[in-house]
Each structure stands twice: as structure tokens, then as C-alpha cells.
């Protein structure tokens, strides 16, 4: 019994101290890492100047505005829809213009009484055959009345166009081809009347202030490239680019050369503020790329690099 206890209890000792031993040893084990399964892109060219870049469309995003505020009574399109120049987009309410358009129909009438009277009165003078039968102050008076009424018909009429260009302008109209990109009106709202957006801003990311619509051709598409102004003299204008999908480097495509914008202006950090952070200045280059199979969109923010000649010493 005793040399049992001699020999057990170290045994358990020790088998316990080599199960502590192999606890440690495996928590000490790191998880292998997974592999990424899209990794960040790489630029495809041996000097390259990296860039971001936002798409849009290649007509630019058109701002759609109103040029009433009126309430909206009708629409006549949701995202996604393929319009051609002049179909209808919304329309305002036109009632009041209705009012008017009676109104000056109503002129219109009363002008056409008070001239065929004028006239009457006119042919009546014109017809005596002794002129001095009449003062000639009357007959003067008789003229003028004649060519006063035959302007207040042509102003009564004027009237009338001006309503019924106001009724037309009031079902606002797709002024190119394209696709609706936002629809942020809606029925029963009074639509303001906007002032455009700068031709310099990308809408929407770019303004405190959304359109009514927001259209624009998408077939191609275009990318604003923005480049650090640091980076700026080593572009040389229609150098080749290839675009990256944030999130699938695996989806890249080369890009076409358009133009660029010489101007270098603040860049936006797009933190989505009313008033947005610059950090720095940028040169804007234009390059536009087919859209057929590819899964972007307009608003899209891409990864873009662009080819640059080998630094000079």
C-alpha cells in the first residue's frame, strides 16, 4: 500500500502538470487567418497615379426644377424609367392658369365685339360720299377708335398665348433621352421653384439641395477621377485608366478618355454633412466606360488608377 501511494501520486502529479502543459500549448496556438477573398486592388501599371472616382451620367446629372410652385398633381415616372426627350415627367397643378386662360378667352370675345363695333362705325364715315357731311375731328376719332380696337384684340390674344404657354410649361417634360436616376417629388407637394445646381457640383453627393428629378443619360456612363493636385503635373492628358469596384477587385474594366476639366477645385470628403470637410484641392479627369454587363451605378464611387510616364531623374 504503501508503494502504491510512493508511485501514484506522483504519477497523477505529473500526468495533471503534462495536461496543464498541453492546455497552454494549444490555447497558445494561433487561428490560422482566413483568406481574403477580394483583396485590395493593384494598380495595373508599373507607374500609376491612384485616384477615387465618382459615376455619373454622361449627359451629367440634369437637375429636373419647376418653374412654378405649384402643387404636383401627377407623376408620371419612378426610378429606373427610360424616357425620351419630351415625354412627361410631372405636372403641376394648371387651375389657376385654366381661370386665366377663360379669362383672357373671355377678353378675346369682348375685343372681337368692341372691333366689328368700331368697324361698323368706321365703314359708316368711309361710305358718305361728301366727306365734309362730318367734322373731321369725328372722323379722326372714329380712325383711331378702329386701330385701338384692333390692338386691344391683338393684346387679348397675346394674353391667351402667354396662359397657354404657362399650362404647357406646367407639365414639366424629359428635355433629353436618358434614365431617371431620383425621384424626390411627390403627389400633393408643392414643388419650389429651384435654382439650378452649379455646373461645377456632381448631384447629389455635391449639394444641400436635392432635384425634383434627377435624369441623365446612362449609356455610357461617365467617371469623375479626382487626382491630388500634388499629382497633378504628372497626368498626361488621355493616359490609359482601369476603374475598380470598391468591395470585388475582382470587377475592374479599362476606361475611354473623355476630357478634362482644367480647373482644379476643393475636394469633398463626402462625410455627408451639410457643410462637407475639404481637405484638398483636386484636378478633374472625365472617362467614360460602357455599363451593358457591369454591376455599377450612377452615384457610384469607384477606385480608379491611371498610367503615368517613368520619373525623370
Known amino acids: 500500500m504503501s508503494k502504491f501511494r510512493k508511485f501514484f501520486l506522483p504519477a497523477i502529479a505529473l500526468i495533471g502538470a503534462l495536461i496543464a502543459l498541453l492546455v497552454v500549448f494549444w490555447s497558445q496556438r494561433k487561428a490560422p487567418a482566413p483568406p481574403i477573398p477580394f483583396p485590395p486592388p493593384r494598380s495595373p501599371y508599373i507607374n500609376a497615379i491612384a ?33 425620351q426627350a419630351g415625354d412627361l415627367l410631372f405636372q403641376l397643378d394648371t387651375r389657376y392658369f385654366d381661370a386665366q386662360a377663360e379669362t383672357a378667352r373671355c377678353q378675346i370675345r369682348a375685343a372681337l ?31 383711331y377708335a378702329l386701330k385701338e380696337a384692333e390692338e386691344q384684340l391683338k393684346i387679348a390674344e397675346s394674353d391667351l398665348l402667354q396662359v397657354e404657354a404657362n399650362i404647357e410649361m406646367s407639365h414639366i417634360r424629359a428635355p433629353i433621352s436618358g434614365e431617371i436616376l431620383q425621384v424626390n417629388v411627390h403627389v400633393g407637394e408643392v414643388a419650389p421653384n429651384v435654382v439650378p445646381f452649379e455646373p461645377t457640383l456632381v448631384v447629389p453627393y455635391g449639394s444641400v439641395q436635392y432635384p425634383l428629378i434627377l435624369m441623365g443619360k446612362v449609356e455610357p456612363l461617365m467617371l469623375r477621377i479626382d487626382i491630388d ?76 488608377y491611371i498610367e503615368v510616364a517613368e520619373p525623370t531623374k
Not at 449627359?59 to 408620371?76: A, E, R
Not at 366727306?131 to 375731328?137: D, F, G, I, P, R
Not at 499629382?231 to 492628358?237: E, L, P, V
Not at 469596384?245 to 470587377?251: D, L
Open 229 to 304: 493636385e500634388e499629382d497633378a503635373w504628372r497626368y498626361q492628358k488621355g493616359a490609359r485608366a482601369t476603374a475598380f469596384v470598391r468591395g470585388n477587385s475582382n470587377i475592374h474594366f479599362p476606361l475611354q478618355f473623355s476630357r478634362v476639366e482644367p480647373y482644379i477645385v476643393p475636394k469633398a470628403s463626402f462625410t455627408g454633412q451639410i457643410i462637407e470637410r475639404i481637405d484638398t484641392r483636386v484636378l478633374q479627369l472625365l472617362y467614360r466606360f460602357e455599363n451593358k454587363e457591369l454591376p455599377i451605378y450612377a452615384g457610384q464611387i469607384l477606385d480608379a
Open 113 to 143: 365685339i368692341n372691333l366689328e363695333n368700331q368697324q361698323t362705325q368706321f365703314s359708316f364715315y368711309e361710305r358718305l360720299k361728301d366727306k365734309s357731311a362730318v367734322s373731321e375731328l369725328q372722323y379722326e376719332q372714329s380712325y
Open 51 to 83: 485616384g477615387e472616382g465618382i459615376v455619373e451620367a454622361s449627359s451629367k446629372n440634369i437637375s429636373i426644377g419647376s418653374p412654378f410652385s405649384q402643387i404636383v398633381t401627377k407623376i408620371y415616372v419612378v426610378e429606373g424609367d427610360s424616357v
